[in-house]
Every structure is written in structure tokens, then in C-alpha cells.
T-cell receptor, first 111, second 116 residues
Framework: AQSVTQLGSHVSVSEGALVLLRCNYS??????LFWYVQYPNQGLQLLLK??????LVKGINGFEAEFKKSETSFHLTKPSAHMSDAAEYFC?????????FGKGTRLHILP | GAGVSQSPSNKVTEKGKDVELRCDPI?????LYWYRQRLGQGLEFLIY????????KSGLPSDRFSAERTGESVSTLTIQRTQQEDSAVYLC??????????????FGEGSRLTVL
């Protein structure tokens, strides 16, 4: 079985500041990890994913995430926030079979 | 079709009625998921189909919920004797392959269910 915990249901950052959204997972097998984004009034879309190989993965819109096995984490970062980054972000894990999502983190960008 | 299609996009029903929600996945996608998203909540896993294997129904919240899939095509999620707590957006997603590699999930726009 697998599970995902996203710390913070709401995160606010100033425009231009670092974005850090936290995700911890549990899985009985080596996991595949994902971040999805849901912009206002839009469907979910893939931001980035980790399967195997390089632990630092880059996604769209300047986001990246690092898989840390020892910490069972897959935190999402972006060096400089933009107003257009305001959205809800979901971390997801696939362990043995199905894909399970976290509860989501709503990112607010302050001008 | 070009993307995952869900119908109806909106459904308002009375408590106790049955509803059917339909999902047309992307052609060729072997994996199909149903998730529920209640207002202000995350995505709650409901059921997962992979090819012709037995579906994983471990997320269905009660025996009022059921889902079927015809081969690797259309899926229907049925909710019997709807309750107000069933009000949510029901999301369908499909993926090219689940067992061989973790393919990207492509989501539909969702079916918004309101139970009065």
C-alpha cells in the first residue's frame, strides 16, 4: 500500500520568492512520484514525475522536485514565484499498482 | 477522441435517486481511474481498471458505488440511492500503461454532482 502526505493545505509566498511545497510518501516498493497542478477552473495536468534515475527532476514552468529516499520526500520547488503559479498542487505516488494523491496544497502568490 | 471525455458535466439530483457518470478515455489507454474531489478536498481514489484485469475497487466508499468498464473503452460509475455527502466532482483519468511504466494520467473535466 502507499500513501501521500502534503504538509500545509495553503501556502502563501510573495511574487519573486522561493516556492517550496512539501510532500512525503510511504510505499512498500520503490515508488514512482508525481506532481500535478490544477489551475483555477481547469483540469489537472502533470507538472513533473520521478520514475528512476536522476533524483532531481525538472518540470514545466520552472518547477523541479527532488526524490530523497532517506527522507521519503518529494518536495516541489521553484526559485522565483510568479502570479501565474497560483493554483492547487497535488503530490501523487504509485507504489505497487494504483496512483494515490495527497490532499493538495493551494499556493497563493502575494503581490 | 483527443482527450478524456466525461458526461454529464453537471448533474443535480434528489436524494435517493440513482446516477450514472460516464467516462470516455483516450483511445489506446489501458488504465482508467475514477477519483472523487469534494469541495476543498484532495483527490480521493475510488476505483482503478487496468486492461482486462480485475479492477481495484478498494477506494469505493460504500456498496452504493459501482463501476464498470467495457474492455479498454468506456467506463460508467454508478451511485445508487444518492446521499448529500455524495456531492462532489467525479474525475476520470486514463493512462497509456500502468504496469510497464507509470504513464502520465490524463484527466477529464469532471462530472459535478449535486445531491439535494
Amino acid at each position: 500500500a502507499q500513501s501521500v502526505t502534503q504538509l500545509g493545505s495553503h501556502v502563501s509566498v510573495s511574487e519573486g520568492a522561493l516556492v517550496l511545497l512539501r510532500c512525503n510518501y510511504s510505499s512498500s516498493v520503490p515508488p514512482y512520484l508525481f506532481w500535478y497542478v490544477q489551475y483555477p477552473n481547469q483540469g489537472l495536468q502533470l507538472l513533473l514525475k520521478y520514475t528512476t534515475g536522476a533524483t532531481l527532476v525538472k518540470g514545466i514552468n520552472g518547477f523541479e522536485a527532488e526524490f530523497k529516499k532517506s527522507e521519503t520526500s518529494f518536495h516541489l520547488t521553484k526559485p522565483s514565484a510568479h502570479m501565474s503559479d497560483a493554483a492547487e498542487y497535488f503530490c501523487a505516488v504509485r507504489g505497487d499498482d494504483k496512483i494515490i494523491f495527497g490532499k493538495g496544497t493551494r499556493l497563493h502568490i502575494l503581490p | 477522441g483527443a482527450g478524456v471525455s466525461q458526461s454529464p458535466s453537471n448533474k443535480v439530483t434528489e436524494k435517493g435517486k440513482d446516477v450514472e457518470l460516464r467516462c470516455d478515455p483516450i483511445s489506446g489507454h489501458t488504465a482508467l481511474y475514477w477519483y472523487r474531489q469534494r469541495l476543498g478536498q484532495g483527490l480521493e481514489f475510488l476505483i482503478y481498471f487496468q486492461g482486462n484485469s480485475a479492477p481495484d475497487k478498494s477506494g469505493l466508499p460504500s456498496d452504493r458505488f459501482s463501476a464498470e468498464r467495457t474492455g479498454e473503452s468506456v467506463s460508467t460509475l454508478t451511485i445508487q440511492r444518492t446521499q448529500q455527502e455524495d456531492s462532489a466532482v467525479y474525475l476520470c483519468a486514463s493512462s497509456l500503461s500502468a504496469r510497464l511504466a507509470p504513464g502520465e494520467l490524463f484527466f477529464g473535466e469532471g462530472s459535478r454532482l449535486t445531491v439535494l
